[in-house]
Nanobody
Framework: QVQLVESGGGLVQAGGPLRLSCAVAGRTFSSAVMAWFRQAPGKERDFVAGIRWSGGSTRYDDSVKDRFTISRDNAKNTVYLQMNSLKPEDTAVYYC???????????????????WGQGTQVTVSS
C-alpha cells in the first residue's frame, strides 16, 4: 500500500511562486514514476509533470514547461513541484500520483497511475 499526502497549496497572485510537496509513505519501486496532475472546475484531470524515481528524468505538459519544475528527494521520500510565474489559468486542485512499475519513460495517461493523494487547492488571482 502506498499513501500520498500533498501540501503547499494556497492563494497566490499572478506572477508569483508556489511550491507543492508530496510525501510518499509505503513501499515504492525503483521503476516508479511520480506525477502531478491538476483538475480545474468542470474540466478533466490533466497531466502536469512527471519524474522517474530512479534517474530523475522528467516530462512536462507544454502549458507549464519553463515555469514549473518537478524534483524528488529520495531520502525524504518526497516529490516537489516548484511553480513560478503562475497564471490565473493554473488555478486547480493539484494531485500527486504514482505508478510503481513503468519500465521506461513517463506516461501522461491518468488511469495508468495507481495511487493518488487527496489533492491541494492552488488559486492564482489576477
Amino acid at each position: 500500500q502506498v499513501q500520498l499526502v500533498e501540501s503547499g497549496g494556497g492563494l497566490v497572485q499572478a506572477g508569483g511562486p508556489l511550491r507543492l510537496s508530496c510525501a510518499v509513505a509505503g513501499r515504492t519501486f525503483s521503476s516508479a514514476v511520480m506525477a502531478w496532475f491538476r483538475q480545474a472546475p468542470g474540466k478533466e484531470r490533466d497531466f502536469v509533470a512527471g519524474i522517474r524515481w530512479s534517474g530523475g528524468s522528467t516530462r512536462y505538459d507544454d502549458s507549464v514547461k519553463d515555469r514549473f519544475t518537478i524534483s524528488r528527494d529520495n531520502a525524504k521520500n518526497t516529490v516537489y513541484l516548484q511553480m513560478n510565474s503562475l497564471k490565473p489559468e493554473d488555478t486547480a486542485v493539484y494531485y500527486c500520483a504514482v505508478n510503481r512499475a513503468i519500465p521506461v519513460g513517463i506516461t501522461t495517461t491518468r488511469n495508468t497511475y495507481e495511487y493518488w493523494g487527496q489533492g491541494t487547492q492552488v488559486t492564482v488571482s489576477s
